[in-house]
């Protein structure tokens, strides 16, 4: 998005006043038990706006996946970037995510002048950036990001569970549920579980 402009997701707007492309980032799989946990960057257009964006959460998945490709027809300019199960393991999860960011925000055609991260926490880059509790609901670009991590991780999950059908990473997209703690405890871990997770260590002992 450029500078000089208000930008909403709902009711609340920020506004600044930098020259240049603001980029919108956010994250996608910091809590669940098993997968990569996912960015996306978007730097939006104001020429061509994206009705319905709103927090990913707050959307039904049908909903998502149109704005996902609507997202990425009419954005400036998108990237994904993610973290392995063996980095999360390595690193911890805050520090995964925070790499997942930074390569989202590498993988843009276009470096912004100014980027919004969702959250209280910043990657560390030699852009000028800026955290923004609760932004994927005040922030359009932000809002747009987190559709598309969440969308793609759904995919991933997806595609994870046509691997591991016993495991069920389609209904309970790698969360904590009652359904996939029992089944951590009758199978153990697949590959693609975080061993450094309580749940997931507890089911290897």
Known sequence: MRSKKS???EQTSLVWHETGLIAGVDEAGRGPLAGPVVAAAVILDDLNPVPGLADSK??????????????????LCSAIGQASVEEIDALNILQATLLAMKRAVQGLRLKPALVLVDGNQLPRWDLRAEAVVKGDSKVAAISAASILAKVHRDRWC???DAQY???GFAQHKGYGTAQH?????????CPQHRRTFAPVAQAMS
């Open 7 to 9: 930008f909403t997701a």
């Open 58 to 75: 707050k959307l039904s998945a049908r909903q998502r996946e149109r704005l996902y490709d609507e997202i990425r027809a009419k954005a």
């Open 158 to 160: 997806l595609e994870c």
């Open 165 to 167: 059908p016993d495991y």
């Open 181 to 189: 703690l029992s089944l951590l405890q009758k199978l153990g871990p």
